[in-house]
């Protein structure tokens, strides 16, 4: 099966393709995590972003807004139209993967599968946190630099096919250096991943009043 036409229907009905600007629409989720500041990227445990992902395959092309909440032991992609609305979200942790699509669910014990099932797309959603965060992976190799020493180019050799990543551009949020553009290429698909928003995460400390001292007895 294969949503992939609805899909781009939804999208191409706006106009996404000409003008994509994340507004605050998209609320995060009520879990335990408060904004922070970091020193460097490796210390953002958990993260949000808010962004453009533009898609191009042998069939087709098309673009949509990008928002992404990562854990260390999960994820949730939702991808939105310039006015909030969601047209798909993708979850997953340790119990596996759920995919939201024309009002439907459907899950996967793994996330790359279940999205390339329904949607035709080949993403790899496992190695894109370190990716959209300018890390790489073991499984890297890094093709050249940027004067600043950070990878230019990377080659990653996961699966059969090998992801080429480029990072087009840098900026600094949260305290910290991450790309603004990146792009992804193999044989078969084009990701371009234009970050607008990041915000490092930490988990909120719960701080307990004091148990007041009681009285000496006589």
């Known amino acids: 099966m294969n949503n992939l036409n609805y899909f781009t229907k939804i999208i191409l009905t706006l106009p996404l393709l000409s003008s994509l600007l994340l507004g605050g629409c998209v609320s995060r989720p009520d ?3 408060i904004p ?6 490796e210390r953002a445990k958990a993260w ?3 962004g453009k ?3 191009k395959t042998a069939e087709d092309k098309y673009s949509t807004n990008l928002y992404w909440l990562h854990t260390e032991y999960s994820n949730e992609l939702r991808l ?10 993708l979850t997953s942790d340790t119990n596996g993967a759920k995919l939201e699509l024309d009002g439907k669910t459907y899950r996967d014990d793994e996330p790359e599968q279940l999205l390339k099932r329904l949607t035709g797309w080949s993403i790899p959603i496992d190695t894109l946190p370190r990716w959209i965060t300018g890390q790489i992976s073991a499984t890297d190799q890094v093709i050249s630099r940027d004067e600043q020493h950070r990878p230019l180019t990377v080659q990653s050799h996961l699966g059969t096919t090998p992801w080429q990543v480029t990072f087009k551009s840098w900026q600094t949020q949260s ?3 991450l790309p603004k553009l990146l792009e992804l290429t193999r044989e078969d698909i084009r990701l371009k991943i234009q970050i607008n928003q990041w915000q490092a995460l930490a988990e909120s400390v719960a701080i307990s ?3 007041p001292e009681k ?4």
């Open 31 to 33: 879990i335990n995590l």
């Open 36 to 41: 922070v500041n970091v020193n460097s990227i």
């Open 48 to 50: 949000e972003m808010q």
């Open 53 to 55: 992902l533009a898609i």
């Open 80 to 89: 939105t139209t310039m006015l909030g609305t969601t047209v798909m979200s």
């Open 175 to 177: 305290g910290a250096p």
């Open 209 to 211: 009043p004091e148990t």
């Open 215 to 218: 009285p000496n007895e006589q």
